[in-house]
């Protein structure tokens, strides 16, 4: 089966990345020109790295704004525990994607691990939280929607609700494929897409766990 890249008809600088990781080797840390050597400069600091690519998914990694996430779109609940209902599907999200906690790209083995540790830790109050299918991460897409995603110096758009944050744009499924591969999504596309499940490549792939309504957040209306 033919991998897709989700990045199909955008180049990834080779060349920039190589002189980056030069540049990171020689180079001694040091903080920002002027700057003061501060507890809170050093979070400004902390808020802007990318420990895969230093920096340069730009909409994610700037300094994190106090302001949550909002949107007017009635179809989805904030349920104010971290958690996103979907009153549509009747699904529950989470909020904030493992992108936007953790600044790391992850691969589909690894998620295992991530969904295991969100049901352990009773996230959003619930044990029940897995993987999502291609329908049901296709169900947010929303062309309608128009959030940046900047990566290097190419300029996107996703097209998913706002009450998720800067998202990132491509997600896991639970669905697997022959050959150590699994199904993802991508929220600038609209489409599905084949990517490794393992290996040093991570394929740009995070995840947005899912689980089944219980009825406790189901909005009165």
Request: glycine content about 6%; hydrophobic content about 35%.
């Amino acid at each position: 089966m033919t991998k897709i890249n989700p990045f199909r008809g955008q180049t990834v600088p080779v060349l920039a990345i190589l002189f980056l990781a030069i540049m990171l080797v020689m180079v001694p840390s040091a903080g920002w020109a002027g700057e003061p050597d501060n507890p809170a400069a050093q979070q400004a600091r902390e808020d802007k790295k990318d420990y895969e690519f230093d920096g340069q998914i730009l909409t994610l990694t700037e300094p994190k704004t106090k302001e949550p996430p909002t949107s007017d779109n009635p179809r989805y609940q904030d349920n104010k525990n971290g958690t996103v209902t979907d009153l549509e599907t009747k699904l529950v999200w989470v909020q904030i994607d493992s992108y936007q906690t953790r600044k790391q790209w992850i691969n589909w083995h690894k998620a295992q691990d991530y969904i295991r540790e969100l049901n352990e830790t009773q996230f959003g109050g619930a044990g029940n939280w897995r993987l999502p299918t291609r329908k049901e991460l296709a169900a947010l897409f929303d062309e309608t929607q128009s959030i940046p995603w900047n990566y290097y110096w190419t300029k996107n758009e996703l097209h998913i609700d706002p009450i998720f944050g800067k998202s990132h744009c491509c997600y896991w499924s639970s669905e697997e494929a022959k050959g150590d591969m699994a199904w993802g999504f991508n929220y600038i596309r609209g489409k599905p897409y084949l990517s490794m499940k393992g290996g040093i490549q991570h394929s740009l792939s995070v995840i947005r766990a899912v689980r089944d309504n219980n009825g406790s957040e189901l909005a009165k209306k």
